[in-house]
Structure formats: structure tokens, C-alpha cells
């Protein structure tokens, strides 16, 4: 079946400007995560979505960050104002249901997004 | 604070021979911890996990351990194949069954 999706692939942006990134999760899936990876660096935890549970936000890094969820299935991950220092891939996960099992999350390709 | 830490430099081995990374935390008692492997401009892509009351799991040529007192997962890889050639990443559980803190990372380079 298919994958976790992110579209776009590529987003070049300028300083200042909004952007809106998207992640299309596997069907059925409930759990849906937002990662940051700068280059050489490890998975930044941003947002994580459970079901019909609230968010857990503990991740954004400033409140330019904010992230929906609509209808339990498709994420927007938004950045106001973009400085510089948002430049990085940012990579969306969903994970099958289950909150007293663990269960490993399937990433997408994400989304590289530059700042200039 | 909690503190992952993955090899930082780059594992360089010869094909055949057993490749062994290592995952330290600090700080942390995770419930359960998972490998996953990322190639370059890809997601990272699942390959084992192993709870906290495991010694060990296997999957064909990986090998993973767990010591909760040393606070140390190592991840083996047997029979080293050039396609082995990627970056490795170590996650851990925290807060909770489905969240997962995720290390640096150690790319590993198989050599024919």
C-alpha cells in the first residue's frame, strides 16, 4: 500500500514569508508525528497527534510553529515569519494504533525547506 | 536532561566482517528502544525494536541488545554487505508508548 506522503518535496522560501507543509499519513494509521532534522543532526521531535487525544506540542521550538490535523488523517505543519535558522528537512511519521504497545513509525521522504 | 549519544564519526568496516554500533543514554529509563536505519535524502525506516525486558532480539543479520544498567543498546550487523551502507539511528521511548526521542546517529561505511 502506499506510504506516508509530504508534499512538497522542495520548498525554497524567503526570509519572513509563511509556509505550509503537508503529510498525507498511511491509511488507518491514528498516531502522526512532525520531525525537524538539521544537516548531520539527529530527529528534532516537533508535534505529535493521537487520535482524538489534544496534541502534544512539547516540541515547537517557538510560537511561529503551530500544526492541524483535520479529520484524523492530513497534517499541515505551518511557519510563520521563516528565519534562516528554520532551514532544515522536515519529516513527518504515523505510527498504527496503540498506547499501551509500542509500535514503530513509518517516515516519509519530508519536506526540504530553505530559508534564504 | 536526558542525553542520547551515537558514534559521531563514521564507522568504516570491510564486507564479511560484523559491524557494531553502539547507543548510549543518560538520564533516561526508557521502556523501549528501536533502530532504524536512514540512507541519504530518505526517511529513516523502521528495523527493530526491544523492550526493556529483553537481553537481546534478532532479524536475519541484525542483532540488538539492551542493558538497562549500563544504560547501552549495541546494534550488530553480520556478514556486512555494501548495501549496508547507510546512517543508523537509535530512538528511545519517552513519556509514553508511542513517543520517541531519536539519537545523532552513526553512518556506517561497507567497504567490498
Known amino acids: 500500500g502506499a ?12 526570509k519572513g514569508k509563511d509556509v505550509e507543509l503537508r503529510c498525507d499519513p498511511i491509511s488507518g494509521h491514528t498516531a502522526l508525528y512532525w520531525y525537524r532534522q538539521s544537516l548531520g543532526q539527529g530527529l528534532e521531535f516537533l508535534i505529535y497527534f493521537q487520535g482524538n487525544s489534544a496534541p502534544d506540542k512539547s516540541g515547537l521550538p ?33 505510527s498504527p494504533l496503540g498506547t499501551t504497545t509500542p509500535n514503530e513509525q513509518y517516515f516519509g521522504p519530508g519536506t526540504r525547506l530553505t530559508v534564504t | 536532561s536526558q542525553k542520547i549519544e551515537q558514534n559521531s564519526e563514521a564507522l568504516n568496516i570491510q564486507e564479511g ?26 526517511g ?4 527493530l525494536l526491544i523492550r526493556e525486558n529483553e537481553k537481546e532480539k534478532r532479524k536475519e543479520r ?37 513517543k520517541l526521542i531519536f539519537g545523532a546517529g552513526t553512518r ?5
Open chain 1, 3 to 14: 506510504g506516508v506522503s509530504q508534499s512538497p518535496s522542495n520548498k525554497v522560501t524567503e
Open chain 1, 62 to 94: 517557538s510560537d511561529r510553529f503551530s500544526a492541524e490535523r483535520t479529520g484524523g488523517s492530513v497534517s499541515t505543519l505551518t511557519i510563520q515569519r521563516t528565519q534562516q535558522e528554520d532551514s532544515a528537512v522536515y519529516l513527518c511519521a504515523s
Open chain 2, 17 to 42: 566482517k560484523t559491524a557494531t554500533l553502539t547507543c548510549n543514554y543518560t538520564n533516561y529509563s526508557p521502556a523501549y528502544l528501536q533502530w532504524y536505519r536512514q540512507d541519504p535524502g530518505r
Open chain 2, 44 to 47: 529513516p525506516v523502521f528495523l
Open chain 2, 62 to 98: 541484525l542483532k540488538v541488545t539492551f542493558d538497562t544498567t549500563l544504560k547501552q543498546s549495541l546494534f550488530h550487523i553480520t556478514a556486512s554487505q555494501p548495501a549496508d551502507s547507510a546512517t543508523y539511528l537509535c530512538a528511545l521511548s519517552s513519556g509514553g508508548y508511542n
Open chain 2, 108 to 112: 556506517l561505511a561497507v567497504h567490498p
